[in-house]
T-cell receptor
């Protein structure tokens, strides 16, 4: 069963913040986050391994609550280049199952 | 530095025709995957392979077959194409060790194949 992402879409002005949430009904080993620009392949952002772990990548960070089987992606002071569709992926025994995606649009 | 290469990039098939999508990677990765992407559905796993000569079913395997005869190649076959298989297909590969030398490595994706079945 696919992880559930929310919201489905976000519209931001440059400099605003956003949070994307991802939850699973199955036990998880790790969480991946990817960004996909229109017409392009998904690009890896980060992996979170342990419950409670947090990571950062420029002004994009994420957390992973293993017990709740949830992860959140935080985009701070958004830039135009952040526009795209964000996917979480829950890793379980050799394979990655992706969520349905969150479309993020950043306007000047 | 090619990474993951998919061929063809575009294809139009008639219902009932067959075809093979080729994925090649030059990173010496053990794991390879085929996903399909449809609007509103995200990326769904079709089949995957954890090494040469091995394959396994993913979330949506029906209507597809795969083969991994060489480590660097992963083929996806459609024996009798149906309009429901109209989609964008992505191949991906990864190392067995996603975390090494202080860095995390995720999946590397190919640029995709846009398939239309009429």
């Amino acid at each position: 069963q696919q992880p559930v992402q929310s919201p489905q879409a976000v519209i931001l002005r440059e400099g605003e913040d956003a949070v994307i949430n991802c939850s699973s009904s199955k036990a998880l080993y790790s969480v991946h986050w990817y960004r996909q620009k229109h017409g392009e392949a998904p690009v890896f952002l980060m992996i979170l391994l342990k419950g409670g772990e947090q990571k950062g990548h420029d002004k994009i960070s994420a957390s992973f609550n293993e017990k709740k089987q949830q992860s959140s992606l935080y985009l701070t002071a958004s830039q135009l280049s952040y526009s795209g569709t964000y996917f979480c992926g829950f890793h379980n025994t050799d394979k990655l199952i992706f969520g349905t995606g969150t479309r993020l649009q950043v306007f000047p | 530095n090619a990474g993951v290469t998919q061929t063809p990039k575009f294809r139009v098939l008639k219902t009932g025709q067959s075809m093979t999508l080729l994925c090649a990677q030059d990173m010496n990765h053990e794991y390879m995957y085929w996903y399909r992407q449809d609007p509103g559905m995200g990326l769904r796993l079709i089949h995957y392979s954890v090494g040469e000569g091995t394959t396994a079913k993913g979330e949506v395997p029906d209507g597809y077959n795969v083969s991994r005869l060489k480590k660097q190649n992963f083929l996806l076959g459609l024996e009798s194409a149906a309009p429901s298989q109209t989609s964008v297909y992505f191949c991906a590969s990864s190392s067995t060790t996603l975390y090494r030398q202080g860095r995390n490595y995720g999946y590397t994706f190919g640029s995709g194949t846009r398939l239309t079945v009429v």
